[in-house]
């Protein structure tokens, strides 16, 4: 069937997906728009992710919330977000800015202290595995266990101070950094979370 360039238009709009892709999608479609936009997604994520660590996201945007506990009281809790891509067009896109909105939330939620592991400090997680390998010593586990126990207690700091390791609040079954990665496939561009502060009153 023909396809008309308001689909390929309004797909593009939607996706953020190479011009010739969404046209392309639309032809394998039999120009359905949610099956396209499916198609769009699944043939531009395993090469997005592939291509991704070798590019530049040197454009972007700065994403703040708020968050009042009690309705009608001031905020509590606020967030300040620097989500990077490599294009302005991209920054614009819709799902590019809710998925600021939502990592924004998300950090206000879970209290991440780092985006990534090697942000972590090296005294603290030492710290952290020296106190879980006493533990299990003096609970009598076996050493070759007590490996195993002290690296699942490394991979829960992980999960408690670091941002894409943390399952993400608005959907645990997938990590931050899944849910990141499927938008990055979407868009067409690297996506990454450059940096975050949260400040909360009395926290």
Known sequence: MAISAADVKKLRELTSAPMMACKQALVDADGDMDRAAELVRERTGAKMDARAADRTASEGLIHSYLHAPTPGLPPKVGVMLQLSC???????????????????????????????????????????????RKEALEQGKPEHIVDRIVEGKV??????????????VLDPDRSVAQV???????????????????????G
């Open 86 to 132: 490599e294009t302005d067009f991209v920054a614009k896109a819709d799902t590019v800015q809710k998925l600021a909105k939502d990592l924004a939330m998300h950090i206000a939620a879970a209290k991440p202290l780092v985006v990534t592991e090697d942000q972590v400090d090296g005294d603290l997680l030492a710290k952290e595995r020296e106190f879980a």
């Open 155 to 168: 991979k829960k700091v992980f999960e408690d101070w670091v941002l894409l390791n943390q399952p993400f």
């Open 180 to 202: 990141i990665s499927e938008v990055q496939a979407t868009v067409g561009e690297k996506l990454e979370v450059a940096r975050f502060a949260r400040f909360e009153i009395g």
